[in-house]
């Protein structure tokens, strides 16, 4: 198998802090902090809480793809017993 | 309105064409009739065919047809499909990595293989592949209905759904049983760049520039004011419920399994992530701004199913101008792509799945895999012939199923995303709460609730499947002494 990331950055699972920073993200995707009342405001021709939806959205694309690179996990080997219960 | 007429007949006939061509190109370069050869092209596949084979597989019918219905019912809060279709990414991080270590371990083929070597338990392995079957075999269905909408709707029912529906199954089944998986990936890298080079096409025929959203979201205001306006909190509630529902449902395909476990190497892996990450905001997004716009365009065309804006948007484009009907027929051509690299994905999945899990565990216990792979072949025949059968009698919307078909996989979903990612998990809690999962979202549907408090029932389902899961799993650990073996699991 290869690979090119260094063996020093390979660790077993990707680190915890990142699944609070997606819930954040996804958080911020879905409108529910704007109220339902809110005038029209248009931002680049969408209204603006679409543009803060797509926003967040892009912000999971790009700290995925960080965290792809920089964390992606090796997990050491198990045997079938550890595996199973 | 007329159709695109014979050109787009062309375009999709030169097409299909080719897609026979190189699926019968991909069986010269096969090893041998064993089954990691035929279901997963002998683990092999590289980045750049990876990307694509994910690409074209989880961008189906239901992205390119069902979706713009979606957003033209909806309006604007239909941007939720950009986050669900990213949601799934992350949660393949949840446990991809892990199953793809084990997978090559222990040459894994199907997703049952898995679910026998992490939980030892045959009654588990079969009720996980049983509901495998019944949600992707809808989703199968929902593909060649799919294929039906966009030829009648293309050619102004000149050639009829049915004629759709058989010939472009017709085609899928040819070059899956001669190439299996290694067609299937080269189909797919032909059909992901289709879907590339139409998506391209679509956003120059709709050109969403700001000044043109500007105008249609001003027109939306005023025609349809509830379009444009902020989600209230009912709508938010079921957002986040469609977030978790694709999320983690998405994830867990039988046949993106498959393409994790055919990834030549790590790095194949990782590097087709770290480009998937991008593409629910360029194709997703493209779909769904064309979406919104057609809400405008087809305003006087009159009340039309959601299955239809599609087919009806790239008619009314191909009628405008030469470079807009030529843009129309790379579209068609990127549909048909999209829709037939999920149904040969799909089915690959489903004859494997049949083939080897539950034939082959049973009936066919103890045959060699050459005899196994002929019956996979058959098998995808059989189920082909029946499920033609009930596309051409639909009485469902693409989203309406794939809605269904979410909602039976969440209930498989522990057993993969908890399975991988957490050692604690016990078989019997993993299967109490499979189980309980599905009987409630069983139970929530006969009682007529499909959608309590706006949350999919297939979501409060796996709320409860993960409870079941974990409170067994502990209750479990406290009612027995130990042994070393789990003292080593759970450190």
């Not at chain 2, 979410?406 to 078989?427: D, R, Y």
Request: with cysteine; charged share 10%.
């Amino acid at each position: 198998m290869t690979d090119s990331v260094p063996p020093d950055q390979h660790p077993e699972h990707f680190p915890r802090w990142i699944w609070p920073v997606y819930v954040a993200l996804f958080a911020g995707s879905v409108p529910w902090y704007i109220p339902a009342d809110a005038p029209l405001r248009i931002w680049i021709g969408l209204p603006h809480w679409v543009v803060i939806s797509l926003g967040s959205t892009l912000g999971v694309s790009v700290f995925t793809w960080f965290i792809v690179h920089r964390f992606w996990p090796t997990p050491a080997d198990r045997t079938d017993e550890d595996a199973r219960r | 309105m007329t159709s695109l007429g014979g050109g787009a007949v062309v375009a999709v006939g030169l097409y299909l064409t080719a897609i026979l061509a190189v699926g019968y190109a991909a069986r010269r370069l096969r090893t041998s009739e064993s089954l990691a050869d035929f279901y997963l092209a002998g683990r092999q596949l590289s980045g750049p065919v990876l990307l694509l084979t994910l690409y074209a597989t989880q961008y189906s019918g239901n992205s390119l047809i069902g979706y713009p219905g979606e957003a033209y019912r909806l309006g604007f809060s239909w941007v939720m499909s950009v986050g669900f279709m990213m949601a799934i990414i992350v949660s393949y991080l949840l446990y991809a990595p892990q199953l793809y270590a084990v997978a090559r371990r222990h040459h894994f083929i199907t997703p049952g293989d898995w679910l026998t070597h992490r939980f030892g338990s045959p009654a588990l392995t079969l009720v996980a592949n049983l509901l495998l079957v019944a949600a992707i075999a809808n989703y199968l269905l929902a593909q060649l209905m799919a294929m039906g909408h966009i030829t009648a709707g293309l050619s102004g029912g000149a050639v009829p759904y049915w004629i759709g529906v058989v010939l472009l199954t017709l085609v899928v089944l040819v070059y899956e049983t001669v190439g299996g998986m290694r067609a299937v990936a080269w189909t797919d890298l032909v059909q992901g760049l289709m879907l590339i080079v139409g998506l391209t096409g679509l956003l120059i025929a709709a050109a969403p520039t700001p000044t043109h959203m500007a105008a249609v979201t001003e027109w939306l205001a005023r025609e349809a004011p509830e379009k444009v306006a902020v989600p209230g909190w009912d709508v938010c509630r079921n957002w986040f419920s469609t977030l978790a529902l694709i999320g983690f449902s998405g994830a867990v395909y039988p046949q993106a399994i498959q393409r994790i476990y055919a990834a030549r190497d790590t790095t194949a892996l990782r590097r087709s992530f770290s480009i998937m990450v991008f593409m629910p905001m360029v194709t997703t997004g493209s779909i769904f701004l064309v979406g919104v716009i057609a809400i405008e365009r087809l305003a006087g065309v009159g009340p039309i199913e959601a299955d239809q804006v599609m087919p009806l948007l790239l008619t009314e484009w191909g009628t405008s101008s030469p470079l807009l009907y030529a843009l129309s027929l790379l579209v068609i051509v990127a549909v048909v792509s999209a829709i037939m690299s999920t149904a040969d994905s799909v089915l690959l999945s489903l004859s494997s799945i049949l083939a080897k899990d539950i034939l082959g565990k049973t009936v066919l216990a103890g045959a060699e895999e050459a005899r196994l792979t002929r019956t996979g072949k058959l098998v995808s025949w059989v189920l082909v012939a029946t499920l033609v059968g009930i596309a051409l009698n639909p009485r469902i919307t693409l989203w309406g199923l794939t809605e269904l078909k979410m909602e039976i996989l969440a209930q498989v979903a522990p057993l993969f995303i908890l399975g991988a990612s957490w050692n604690k998990l016990k078989t019997r809690a993993a299967l109490a709460g499979m189980l309980t999962g599905t009987t409630l979202y069983a139970i929530l549907l006969a009682t007529g609730q499909p959608e309590p408090w706006n949350i999919h029932a297939g979501v409060v389902a796996l709320m409860v499947n993960v409870a079941v899961c974990v409170s067994a799993t502990y209750l479990g650990q406290a009612e027995t002494v130990p042994s070393a073996g789990q003292a080593r699991s759970t450190a």
